[in-house]
């Protein structure tokens, strides 16, 4: 069982990242210093150093360390999150030479996730991944095997004595993906039923901290927590809304997305992030007050390909629309809608344009139908929907979602 053991006041951290120029260093430590808060921790420094190469014992020249070393006791840090992902031996090097306790990117994003979830399946998945991270940095990790829950970096599973050795790990990641694939057959099932009964899909994808559950909130009262933190939610989480048509959608609120997102996290969550490849349509929900909106918007777009889902409908649901400064930028196409999650701006376009790009499975008729064809109106009924019924000296008037395999025959009634 996971320890979320919430801290009595916010751990001081120092940021640390290396510039090699494989990215930039800048807006990658800008979103460290996010995650951090994330996970209640309060950055009172950054450290960048440039340099061509990693350091191969300590990711940061040993030069440097020690003046961060002597930095650290005037900014009364307790921790370092590294910007980058550090081997065990690393870890241990580190610490012995900064005499406090180091973590990096990949450890810190999963501690958030262990903080986030809530369903079995999240802390499963969760736990999955940080056991996967872990096996391979047991050489050199030392005493901190023995941490228990309870600071940033140490939530999940935790480890309760310094003995825990491979075997253990590998046999817990065979439970924990047997499991798993038990989950994801019934997922699996469940979206099967779903396409049987001809249940239409949209699922919510995007950056973190774009609004994706703020709209879900907005277009269904559905209650998922939605803060101004990265990663705020985690699960999964599904409503049925009504479109202009008649026709109802399910929307699937999905996991954030992250630059330089951890590949057993990736892996771990497939399952869920499936949820996306099948769909019949894709709400890519990006930032539009976001200086990095473009570029959060190709991660978006990147892992939607490598989960298969370049076939489906996708719009571009550029949200915040109220904090946007530059207002030229709103240009509407036919796969983009501009709205305000926060505001209830722009919601009646963008269920318009989400009922223009599904596939059409039923539509929205006025049909006459004589009397003697009564029986066409309980069929109308059993695989569609009526809004209104009249009866008139003609037969029977009525305003109904018609489903696409009896379209052909309504229109012999269609006024």
Do not use: W
Request: negative net charge; charged residues 30%.
């Amino acid at each position: 069982m996971y320890e979320n053991v919430k801290e009595q006041r916010p751990v001081k951290a120092v940021l640390a990242c290396v510039d090699t120029g494989e990215f930039d260093a800048e807006v990658s430590i800008n979103e460290l210093s996010e995650l951090a808060v994330s996970a209640d921790a309060e950055v009172v420094g950054t450290v960048i150093q440039k340099r061509t190469s990693y350091d191969s014992a300590l990711c940061m020249g040993l030069g440097r360390l020690e003046e961060l070393k002597e930095q650290l006791d005037s900014l009364e840090a307790e921790l370092v999150i590294f910007d980058h992902e550090l081997s065990g031996i690393q870890v241990r090097n580190i610490e012995n030479v900064l005499e406090v306790r180091v973590i990096d990117r990949t450890t810190l994003i999963l501690d958030i996730f262990a903080l986030r979830a809530r369903t079995r399946e999240g802390k499963l998945q969760v736990e999955l991944a940080q056991q996967k991270y872990r096996l391979p940095r047991l050489t050199g990790l030392g005493t901190s095997l023995s941490r228990l829950g309870g600071g940033i970096g140490t939530r999940g599973p935790g480890e309760t004595k310094l003995e825990t050795d491979k075997r253990h790990i590998r046999k817990r990641i065979s439970y924990l993906e047997k499991e798993l694939d038990e989950l994801k057959k019934h997922r699996s099932f469940s979206r099967s039923r779903r396409k049987k009964d001809g249940v239409l899909c949209a699922a919510i994808v995007g950056y973190t901290n774009v609004g994706k559950s703020t709209l879900l909130n907005a277009l269904t009262e559905a209650g998922v927590l939605a803060e101004n933190k990265l990663f705020a939610t985690l699960d999964i989480t599904s409503r049925s809304i009504e479109l202009p048509d008649g026709r109802n959608v399910m929307l699937i609120d999905t996991v954030g997305l992250i630059r330089r997102l951890p590949h057993n996290l990736v892996e771990a969550f497939k399952s869920t992030l499936e949820e996306a490849a099948s769909a019949d349509i894709i709400l890519n929900v990006q930032d539009l007050s976001s200086p990095e909106r473009e570029e959060q918007a190709s991660v978006t777009r990147t892992l939607l390909s490598e989960l298969g889902c370049d076939g489906i409908p996708q719009l571009n649901v550029m949200n915040k629309l109220d904090s946007a400064i530059d207002s030229e930028t709103v240009f509407e196409d036919d796969s983009t809608v501009f709205i305000s999650a926060k505001e209830h701006i722009g919601f009646d376009r963008l269920l318009e344009k989400i009922s223009a790009m599904l596939p059409e499975t039923a539509r929205r008729m006025n049909l006459l139908v004589p009397y003697d064809q009564s029986a066409f109106i309980g069929r109308i009924r059993s695989e569609g929907k009526i809004f209104s019924e009249e009866y008139t000296e003609k037969g029977t008037l009525i305003d109904a979602l018609v489903d696409i395999k009896l379209v052909s025959k309504a229109s012999e009634f269609q006024l």
